[in-house]
């Protein structure tokens, strides 16, 4: 269920997330496709389709890019419910401010390692074994998705009211 | 420090950070970076980025959101409420009729999406009205709809067997035959196990007096053919060798449109919906599995897994023990983690121990499926118990977790059966591939 951010930064990173998951539903949609025209030409018409696998590894990639912020904004990505910390509301702020911090931290190394890995290009064989098609619009693509997500983060952080039962860190 | 030192306190760090809620799949990606920096420092960004875009592009896995989306889908449009029919119709007039036609719903449902949450919802929102309509137990209505909803991760297409093929890299077509007859078994004992409580405690289920014509039995089975013939054609397909367990996912989740676009019963707003849950469990399993896989190098870095086998064989404890050792950690676990998060955390050490103590890993992901289902019923934090309280928000908590008692032990049962007869899930994979070595 999403629970919508107050402010109109909260409604902008809604909006952007609401257009990358639908890019990322296209992709979903197209893969179902891809994967029963490849069965199609492969038994029907007995001519498999070359490079088929390329591109249904790039929109599975897109799909998934699509679907990381999507969850994150429904809450949807796994942690442990176990512990209720504490009912003092500062300490529970502190420590929801500690872990989105932690996890604003964490997804910007990932986008640095992201840019680091995409920009090398050809001479590090980054592209696809069959259509030679180059990984770096791909590494762009998942960044897109992380990037999305650290900014659901920041807008569910930001929208948070001192000792409100929001979670900060966006993600449940 | 040593290496083994340094992984020792990086797992310290990962149960802190869990306990601080922070999320599974970050807290397993955090700690894998910066364990991975301490020991190697080079390898620790390219580990980052490496493992998120290679998870990101695995084709095998491209079968999970395919196969949820058929689930989906064939929930969006219906397909599920004439399973559910043809089960009532035929199981409906027997005292606790409503819950055994839920059991075998949720089986038959199951075998068509790969997703517990999404058998739970989609059966629980069709039968549970039903069962109130008849005025059954609480906690015998929500305990078996969030029993009978595990079967999803089960049987195939099972979304716990395609991240245990990822992580394990055993075939994933010889996991999802092996599925098939445990997943059989566990469905007759769900209805066992109601038959028994209705039979100790008729009151749970008042007998509902409504006879359906046997015409109307043929009718809602005729109904019910479309969803049954998906299913032959996708399992039916993999069993034969005719697809790949990917083109099984795509051909499946095509004929699912198919057959809901001729029966006018999708519209673009459902297909929206389905989408979009779809879209949820993706982004969910994937970001796991990502964290996942940058801390496996980290773990392996640190040589937890050699000390853990040198400690066993120091211990001289037999495979057997090993086996219930393992078993009973992870239905502990299982009362406080997420089934995907358990399956990701522990594989890494399990998978060595076991091979190690020459048990089948076809076999054992059939015994770590299931205890991922006891899991996802097991108070305090059993998932598919809080989708039940959503869609039966009067019913108190305690009255559904007493209510799954019987389903967990039926559980329980199968996961010993399969422990003294090894073959209930190896008979099928070996008569498709041949017996493994």
């Known amino acids: 269920m999403i629970t919508p951010v107050p402010g109109r930064f909260g409604r902008i990173v809604a909006r952007a997330i609401t257009l990358w998951a639908c890019v990322g539903g296209v992709s979903l949609l197209l893969l179902v496709l891809l994967t029963g025209i490849g069965v199609f030409f492969r038994y029907v018409l007995n001519t498999p389709i070359n490079g088929l696998r390329d591109i249904s590894q790039l929109l599975l990639l897109i799909c998934v890019s699509g679907a990381i912020p999507h969850a994150a904004r429904r809450g949807a990505h796994v942690a442990v419910d176990l512990l209720t910390l504490t009912r003092h509301p500062g300490a529970r702020r502190t420590v929801s401010i500690l872990i989105g911090a932690s996890s604003v931290a964490l997804l910007g190394v990932v986008l640095v390692a992201l840019a680091r890995q995409g920009s090398c290009g050809f001479r590090c064989g980054h592209f696809t074994p069959d259509l030679v098609i180059p990984f770096w619009p791909m590494y762009l693509a998942l960044g897109i998705g992380f990037f999305l997500y650290v900014l659901q983060i920041i807008a569910r952080w930001s929208a948070d009211e001192p000792g409100s039962d929001a979670d900060p860190q966006g993600l449940r | ?437």
């Open chain 2, 1 to 437: 420090m040593t290496d083994l030192q340094i992984g020792v306190a990086g797992f310290v760090a990962l149960f802190v950070l869990l306990f601080l809620r922070m999320p599974v799949a970050l807290a397993m990606m955090l700690v894998g970076f910066v364990g991975t920096l301490v020991i190697n420092p080079a390898a620790a960004l390219p580990v980052l980025a490496g493992e998120a875009f290679n998870t990101s592009t695995l084709y095998s896995m491209s079968m999970l959101p395919m196969f949820v989306l058929m689930g989906n889908m064939a929930g969006a449009a219906g397909l599920s409420r004439d399973l559910y029919d043809a089960a009532h119709a035929w199981m409906g007039r027997f005292r606790g009729g409503l819950a055994s036609a839920t059991v075998v719903g949720a089986a038959g449902f199951s075998a068509m999406s790969g997703s517990s949450l999404a058998s739970a919802v989609t059966m629980g929102r069709v039968a549970l009205p039903e069962m109130k309509r008849f005025r059954y137990d609480d906690g015998l209505s929500t305990g078996v709809i969030a029993a009978g909803g595990t079967l999803g991760i089960l049987i195939p297409p099972s979304a716990g067997f395609i991240v245990y093929s990822i992580l394990t890299e055993e075939s994933i077509g010889r996991l999802f035959m092996a599925g098939v007859l445990p997943g059989l078994l566990l469905t007759a004992l769900f209805v066992v196990a109601v038959m028994i409580q209705t039979y100790l405690k008729p009151e749970m289920a008042p007998s509902s007096d409504v006879r359906v014509p046997t015409a109307e039995k043929f009718a809602t089975l005729r109904r019910g053919l479309w969803i049954i013939g998906i299913i032959l054609v996708t399992i039916g397909g993999i069993y034969l060798g005719v697809f790949s367990a990917i083109e099984a996912a795509g051909i499946g989740t095509l004929l699912t449109c198919a057959v809901a676009a001729l029966r006018r019963s999708l519209t673009i707003g459902q297909v929206t919906k389905a989408v979009g849950n779809t879209l949820q469990a993706t982004g969910t399993t994937f970001l796991i599995l990502i964290g996942a896989f940058v801390l496996t190098p980290f773990i392996t870095l640190s040589g937890i897994p050699d000390a853990l086998l040198s400690l066993i064989a120091d211990s001289g404890a037999g495979p057997y023990t090993v086996l219930l050792l393992i078993l009973l950690t992870l239905i502990l676990l299982g009362t406080f983690l997420e089934g995907f998060a358990i399956l990701v955390l522990t594989l890494p050490f399990v998978q060595p121990m076991v091979m190690q103590a020459g048990f089948d890993m076809v076999w054992f992901g059939v015994l770590m499926v299931i205890v991922l289902e006891m899991g996802l019923i097991s108070p305090p934090v059993g998932v598919n118990v809080f989708v039940v309280k959503g869609i039966a928000p009067d019913v108190p908590m305690r009255t559904i977790f007493r209510g799954i008692i019987p389903f967990w032990l039926a559980m329980f049962v199968v996961l010993i059966v399969l422990v003294v007869f090894p073959a209930l899930a190896t008979i099928l994979p070996d008569s498709m591939f041949g017996a493994t070595l």
